[in-house]
């Protein structure tokens, strides 16, 4: 069964200090890959995602993610983050099927050190 | 509206009592689905409906809970004779179609009290 893990529960940076959230999946085929971010008492926004072609993927708010084939992985990455960024993060995967869900990971929260 | 809205956005009721949490997604999306989020915990994936095809209801967590789609719109979450354990928040998302590809727009929730 697919699955997706999220090894880092809660992860403090500086900021203006860059981030890297980890994310990796366990399934046979390449899923569809999707980064989501929940601010306190509002549902999750979608940041970015990745079906095909370039590995590197541009999202909202600065934020990008690289898929790498060879390690299962689509980490999340920012150059400098602001305040702003603090929020829980989530990693999801699916499959194309009709009847498929999209499997979420069970977050990542992110606190800002001024 | 333009997004996934959600009623009421806060609800405390006693245990036993039974509770109604409506979803009104995006105007044309087919596909809609419940999750719940306890504190500081994850997405638990409660049920899906995808247009006219029986809904997946591997997500629900006991026969006190039950969900509706009329008219492949609005949706009714009911959780009959609460307990504790059922304090969380109540997403719904719905997307223009169903399937794992299909990016999902969330609402902000129902938080869900039982004293």
């Known amino acids: 069964a697919q699955s997706v893990t999220q090894p880092d529960i809660h992860i403090t940076v500086s900021e203006g200090a860059s981030l890297e959230l980890r994310c990796n999946y366990s399934?046979?085929?390449?899923?569809?890959l999707f980064w989501y971010v929940q601010s306190p008492g509002q549902g999750l926004q979608l940041l970015l995602k990745?079906?095909?072609?370039?590995?590197l993927v541009q999202g909202i708010k600065g934020f990008e993610a690289e898929f790498k084939r060879s390690q299962s992985s689509f980490n999340l990455r920012k150059p400098s983050v602001h305040w702003s960024d603090a929020a829980e993060y989530f990693c999801a995967v699916g499959l194309y099927s009709s009847a498929s869900k999209i499997i979420f990971g069970s977050g990542t929260r992110l606190s800002i050190r001024p | 509206g333009a997004g996934v809205s959600q009623s009421p956005s806060n609800k405390v009721t006693e245990k036993g009592k039974d509770v109604e949490l409506r979803c009104d997604p995006i105007s044309g999306h087919t596909a809609l689905y419940w999750y719940r989020q306890s504190l500081g915990q994850g997405l638990e994936f409660l049920i899906y409906?995808?247009?006219?095809?029986?809904?997946?209801k591997s997500g629900l967590p006991s026969d006190r809970f039950s969900a509706e789609r009329t008219g492949g719109s609005v949706s009714t979450l009911t959780i009959q004779r609460t307990q504790q354990e059922d304090s969380a928040v109540y997403l719904c998302?719905?997307?223009?179609?169903?399937?794992?590809?299909?990016?999902?727009?969330f609402g902000d929730g129902t938080r869900l009290s039982i004293l």
């Open positions: 409906f995808q247009g006219n095809s029986a809904p997946d």
């Open positions: 998302a719905s997307s223009p179609r169903g399937g794992g590809n299909q990016p999902q727009h």
């Open positions: 990745y079906f095909s072609g370039d590995t």
């Open positions: 399934y046979g085929a390449t899923p569809y």
